[in-house]
């Protein structure tokens, strides 16, 4: 256990005790160890031990998994308690890294609905005290990071930064090249959108140092390395087809990369500084891409005007379809002027 700083930590220890004593009583073992890995300290990571155990039931029948997802979100959204929260969110994060593609599946499908916000923590408060707090702050920016990285992932067709999608990594550049270029810009959005999502992290008063944050970071730095790497893959492709693009699919393009390079000194604090050849390169590779997208969509706008005004020219005004009855500059007539005495052209 962690430090119990006041009569809260006391009650949610207690509270962990009765939870895990009467799921003991009854054998259930998957709720047991979602309760021991879920306990109401602040201070402390779930127990490893107890991590293995939940991902261990996606190595049995989808039934056992999808009983193990279910058990996992229901604790996740009827709690009330910060510490509960982060540490089912942090399990949800495990599943996506390290968990078995059944138990991936299980949760990238619930519920059946589908939807952007399902993890429904957008107004999660837990105001029992400073620390919980500012955890609870934590809990809704992480929430809405793993729904985006999802979201990324269903959009990618494998999950991010996991294990088990080695394969789809080593043929990624075989695969983009095959894509239409509708699909390509709409994966960069996703990943764009993972990237805005992680640099939104909050700031850290009573909880730094904390071992539950510094893991958060190390789970989302890792996340970030593999969306670098996605990303990279994608925006070389865009090299060779940057002259190629509608210009409908330029101006998509231009707005996501300009995304990207809005979210560059946020995601600065993510960014190891053993991979900073890579991400510098990317850099590069980002701005080269924008500047040929956004010239092209510059030189498609100027000859859409171009073609516009001439389109006009051709119609005519309402004056030049009646010219031939109403003078231009260039016409002339000669009259006669008694004041001056000659005859002058006007």
């Given at each position: 256990?962690?430090?119990?700083?006041?009569?809260?930590?006391?009650?949610?220890?207690?509270?962990?005790?009765?939870?895990?004593?009467?799921?003991?009583?009854?054998?259930n073992?998957?709720?047991?160890?979602?309760?021991?890995?879920?306990?109401?300290?602040?201070?402390?990571l779930?127990?490893?031990?107890?991590?293995?155990?939940?991902?261990?039931?996606?190595?049995?029948?989808?039934?056992?998994?999808?009983?193990?997802?279910?058990?996992?979100?229901?604790?996740?959204?009827?709690?009330?308690?910060?510490?509960?929260?982060?540490?089912?969110?942090?399990?949800?994060?495990?599943?996506?890294?390290?968990?078995?593609?059944?138990?991936?599946?299980?949760?990238?499908?619930?519920?059946?609905?589908?939807?952007?916000?399902?993890?429904?923590?957008?107004?999660?408060?837990?105001?029992?005290?400073?620390?919980?707090?500012?955890?609870?702050?934590?809990?809704?920016?992480?929430?809405?990071?793993?729904?985006?990285?999802?979201?990324?992932?269903?959009?990618?067709?494998?999950?991010?930064?996991?294990?088990?999608?080695?394969?789809?990594?080593?043929?990624?550049?075989?695969?983009v090249?095959?894509?239409?270029?509708?699909?390509?810009?709409?994966?960069?959005?996703?990943?764009?959108?993972?990237?805005?999502?992680?640099?939104?992290?909050?700031?850290?008063?009573?909880?730094?140092?904390?071992?539950?944050?510094?893991?958060?970071?190390?789970?989302?730095?890792?996340?970030?390395?593999?969306?670098?790497?996605?990303?990279?893959?994608?925006?070389?492709?865009?090299?060779?087809?940057?002259?190629?693009?509608?210009?409908?699919?330029?101006?998509?393009?231009?707005?996501?990369?300009?995304?990207?390079?809005g979210?560059?000194?946020?995601?600065?604090?993510?960014?190891?500084?053993?991979?900073?050849?890579?991400?510098?390169?990317?850099?590069?590779?980002?701005?080269?891409?924008?500047?040929?997208?956004?010239e092209?969509?510059r030189?498609?706008?100027?000859?859409?005007?171009?073609?516009?005004?001439?389109g006009?020219?051709?119609?005519?005004?309402?004056?030049?379809?009646?010219?031939?009855?109403?003078?231009?500059?260039?016409?002339?007539?000669?009259?006669?002027?008694?004041?001056?005495?000659?005859?002058?052209?006007?």
């Amino acid at each position: 256990m962690g430090r119990l700083t006041n009569l809260r930590d006391l009650v949610g220890a207690i509270k962990d005790k009765a939870s895990q004593s009467k799921a003991a009583a009854i054998n259930n073992s998957l709720h047991l160890s979602l309760l021991r890995a879920t306990t109401h300290d602040p201070f402390t990571l779930p127990n490893p031990k107890h991590i293995a155990t939940l991902l261990s039931y996606g190595h049995g029948s989808r039934a056992t998994a999808s009983a193990a997802i279910e058990a996992l979100v229901d604790r996740l959204q009827h709690t009330h308690d910060s510490s509960v929260a982060v540490k089912c969110l942090l399990i949800v994060h495990q599943i996506v890294k390290q968990g078995s593609f059944i138990l991936q599946d299980q949760l990238s499908v619930y519920p059946s609905s589908g939807g952007r916000n399902y993890l429904k923590l957008s107004n999660f408060r837990d105001n029992s005290s400073p620390v919980s707090w500012e955890l609870s702050c934590w809990v809704r920016w992480y929430a809405r990071y793993l729904e985006q990285l999802l979201y990324a992932s269903r959009v990618l067709g494998f999950f991010l930064c996991s294990t088990t999608s080695t394969a789809e990594k080593d043929r990624a550049e075989e695969k983009v090249s095959a894509m239409v270029t509708s699909d390509l810009v709409k994966e960069m959005d996703s990943l764009v959108g993972l990237m805005e999502e992680a640099g939104r992290k909050p700031e850290s008063l009573h909880l730094k140092g904390n071992s539950i944050i510094c893991e958060i970071l190390n789970l989302v730095g890792a996340d970030f390395l593999s969306a670098i790497n996605d990303v990279s893959v994608r925006v070389n492709e865009f090299k060779h087809r940057v002259s190629c693009l509608s210009f409908g699919e330029s101006v998509e393009l231009v707005c996501v990369l300009k995304r990207l390079e809005g979210c560059r000194e946020k995601m600065g604090e993510l960014s190891p500084t053993r991979k900073r050849v890579l991400i510098d390169g990317m850099w590069v590779a980002v701005r080269e891409v924008l500047d040929k997208s956004t010239e092209a969509c510059r030189g498609e706008k100027e000859g859409r005007l171009l073609l516009t005004w001439g389109g006009r020219r051709e119609q005519g005004t309402e004056s030049a379809r009646f010219g031939g009855r109403v003078l231009s500059c260039s016409d002339s007539f000669r009259a006669s002027s008694a004041r001056f005495g000659s005859s002058r052209y006007i």
